[in-house]
Each structure stands twice: as structure tokens, then as C-alpha cells.
């Protein structure tokens, strides 16, 4: 019944290391997006792809890179990890088939990520 | 950057009270989103007005788009403890090159409704 999962839920980690969150959605939305929300609840978006096409790539150390291998998957690899990472990860996916004005975006349940 | 400025930032208030959360901006937007966010997940669509002046209601919600679709508010009447939650606004823009917008979110308003 999952509309967007995201694994893991929570990802404890230290300095330096490299992690993945991986993301699935099984709405059939052509669209998928990284959004990080700081410890103020500022939800901000780091990436989209449209058909595993990177559309948006905001201001987003290169330490961060997205992967699509298929429509229904946007997986997001963190290289080096850094204490200013520390914050909760969102995968969300979108279907623009009432038009764009609409653009109505399905969260997952997060990925609150801590480094140490 | 598109800014979208959400007030106030925390509300608490005892259930049976109305309040009204705004949100504003200097740039207009080609829609604009209210989610709901409950903690440990992640934000629920609520609404999507399109249009300026533009009202709709949902229960005991009522949201309004901005005639100059640059400001929105959230009613609530007779909140209840149930409404507690994180109300996010996003404003959609148009992306240069793509027919895909991206959605710019406020800060964020903390509403607590106590019994």
C-alpha cells in the first residue's frame, strides 16, 4: 500500500563515511525529488528527475549525487559526510496529469540522517 | 530565491478557537501548496489554489490564494487536537527550460491545539 518508501529511517553514521538512502515509489509518477528538511523544519529541494533525467540540481555539494535507475527509483549516495549534513532526507514524487498548475507532491516518511 | 514567509511560527491554542495562518511573498507564484506535516513523516497535500482570489474549503479548513497569487492564508475554525501538526505553504514557479516548476516552501507554522 506504500506510495512512497524510503530506506532507512534512520541512518546514524560518522565523519567521512559514505552512505545511500534509497527511494521507491509505486504510484507510477513520472517525477522524483530529493528534499532536505534542516533542524528548523525548512523543507528545501536538492534534486529532480523526470523520467530518470535530472531536471533540478539546486546549489548542492557534489558530495551529494542522485541516482535513477528506473522511474520508480531515485536512490540519493552522500560521499564524505560532514556534521552539516545532519538533517531529515525526503523522497517525493509528483505526476503533472492535471496539468502543471497542480504539480501535487507525495512525500515519503523521511530519512533522518545524523552524522557524529 | 523565492522566499515564502509563513507567521506566525509556533501557535498554541485551546480546542474550539479559530485561527489563521499567513503566508507571504514579493513574487508570484503559479500556484500555491498547503501540506500538512505530522512528526516522524513526511508532508500531506491539503489544498492547491490556482487561481488569484481563489477560495476552498476543506471541513472545517479554508484556504485563500492572493488576488496578486503572491499571499495565502489558512482558517481554521474550532481547532481540534487532531489539527496539531507543521502547516507548510509552497508556492509553485515555473523552471527556465523544463516544463517542470519547483515548489518553494515557507518555514513552517507549528500549530499545537490543546484539549
Known amino acids: 500500500d506504500t506510495a512512497v518508501s524510503q530506506t532507512p529511517k534512520y541512518l546514524v553514521t560518522q565523519m567521512g563515511n559514505d552512505k545511500s538512502i534509497k527511494c521507491e515509489q509505486n504510484?507510477?509518477?513520472?517525477?522524483m525529488y530529493w528534499y532536505k528538511q534542516d533542524s528548523k523544519k525548512f523543507l528545501k529541494i536538492m534534486f529532480s528527475?523526470?523520467?530518470?533525467?535530472?531536471?533540478i540540481n539546486e546549489t548542492v555539494p557534489n558530495r551529494f549525487s542522485p541516482k535513477s535507475p528506473d522511474k520508480a527509483h531515485l536512490n540519493l549516495h552522500i560521499n564524505s559526510l560532514e556534521l552539516g549534513d545532519s538533517a531529515v532526507y525526503f523522497c517525493?514524487?509528483?505526476?503533472?496529469?492535471?496539468?502543471?498548475?497542480?504539480?501535487?507532491?507525495?512525500f515519503g516518511p523521511g530519512t533522518r540522517l545524523t552524522v557524529l | 530565491t523565492q522566499l515564502l514567509e509563513q507567521s506566525p511560527q509556533f501557535l498554541s491554542i485551546q480546542e474550539g478557537e479559530n485561527l489563521t495562518v499567513y503566508c507571504n511573498s514579493s513574487s508570484v507564484f503559479s500556484s500555491l501548496q498547503w501540506y500538512r506535516q505530522e512528526p516522524g513523516e513526511g508532508p500531506v497535500l491539503l489544498v492547491t489554489v490556482v487561481t488569484g482570489g481563489e477560495v476552498k474549503k476543506l471541513k472545517r479548513l479554508t484556504f485563500q490564494f492572493g488576488d496578486a497569487r503572491k499571499d495565502s492564508s489558512l482558517h481554521i475554525t474550532a481547532a481540534q487536537p487532531g489539527d496539531t501538526g507543521l502547516y507548510l505553504c509552497?508556492?509553485?514557479?515555473?523552471?527556465?527550460?523544463?516544463?517542470?516548476?519547483?515548489?518553494?516552501f515557507g518555514r513552517g507554522t507549528q500549530l499545537t491545539v490543546w484539549p
Open positions: 528527475y523526470n523520467n530518470k533525467e535530472l531536471i
Open positions: 504510484l507510477g509518477h513520472d517525477t
Open positions: 517525493a514524487s509528483s505526476q503533472e496529469h492535471r496539468g502543471f498548475y497542480y504539480n501535487e507532491q507525495f
Open positions: 509552497a508556492g509553485l514557479t515555473a523552471d527556465r527550460g523544463s516544463t517542470l516548476g519547483r515548489l518553494y
